[in-house]
């Protein structure tokens, strides 16, 4: 499915937080074209406009951020106006080639690779963020890796966030030639503590979950 549609075919999984019900049937009316929906304007200004600000105003993210799980790169275009330097990290090598090429000359270093086991150095990053990727990764084993990873690379005093969809059977039926191992954010507080982070902040709607965590 990768290269044709959007392999995550979860836009209208970020559906709403305080968004109108007329975005919401415009973000997965698109979603046909996995693809095009996944890098397309309406995605774009739906991040800008409503997850954007919600999660992230106010937020502290320095210098030198990290993001895991790019894709198309419509968080990435977002987030390398608000820091000196972006590191996107994703697994999909054709995603990862395709943003690397689109953003070349910019202030962002797109590595193909997996947040489970990040070629990046101990305490380097001023905050890591994650958008809509979480549910994509099989296990829970494996997310509980990517967060020791997080606490890992983000130096300490730093901060990380976390956004993505709660589980709901219509998404798994959206996800049916995917994975789809959405988390429950009632296990979240428990399992970055165990990552190794403090002062976990866990917002939950009926949509979606956004957490803010300091290393
Ligand atoms: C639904 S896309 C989200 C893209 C973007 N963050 C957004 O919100 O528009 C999830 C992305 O996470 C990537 N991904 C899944 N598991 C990953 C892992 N272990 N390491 C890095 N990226 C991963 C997928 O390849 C996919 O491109």
Redesign the pocket.
């Known amino acids: 499915m990768a290269g044709v549609g959007c392999?995550?075919g979860?836009i209208g999984c970020q559906r709403t937080y305080s968004t109108t019900s007329a975005q919401f049937r415009t973000v997965v009316g698109m979603n046909d074209d996995h693809l095009n929906v996944?890098a397309s304007a309406e995605?774009g200004a739906f991040l800008a406009e409503t997850i954007f600000p919600t999660v992230l105003d106010g937020v502290e993210l320095g210098d030198d951020l990290l993001e895991?799980?790019?894709?198309p790169g419509?968080?990435t275009d977002l987030l390398k106006t608000r820091v000196a330097q972006l590191t996107a990290?994703?697994?999909?090598p054709t995603?990862a080639a395709s943003l690397a090429t689109r953003l070349d000359g910019a202030n962002v270093e797109v590595l193909n690779a997996?947040?489970?086991d990040l070629p990046l150095p101990t305490d380097r990053f001023s905050a890591a963020v994650s958008?809509?990727?979480l549910h994509?990764?099989p296990t829970v084993e494996r997310q509980d890796r990517i967060f020791s990873e997080l606490a890992r690379v983000v130096a300490p005093g730093g901060t990380v966030v976390l956004n993505d969809s709660l589980g709901s059977d219509a998404l798994r039926d959206f996800h049916h030639d995917d994975v789809y191992n959405p988390i429950d954010p009632s296990t979240l507080e428990a399992r970055l503590a165990l990552a190794g982070f403090a002062d976990t902040n866990i917002t939950v709607n009926e949509f979606a979950f956004w957490v803010h965590a300091r290393v």
Do not use: N, Q, Y
């Open positions: 392999p995550f979860d996944c995605w895991i799980g790019s894709g419509l968080t990290v994703e697994l999909d995603l997996d947040a489970t958008f809509t990727m994509h990764v």
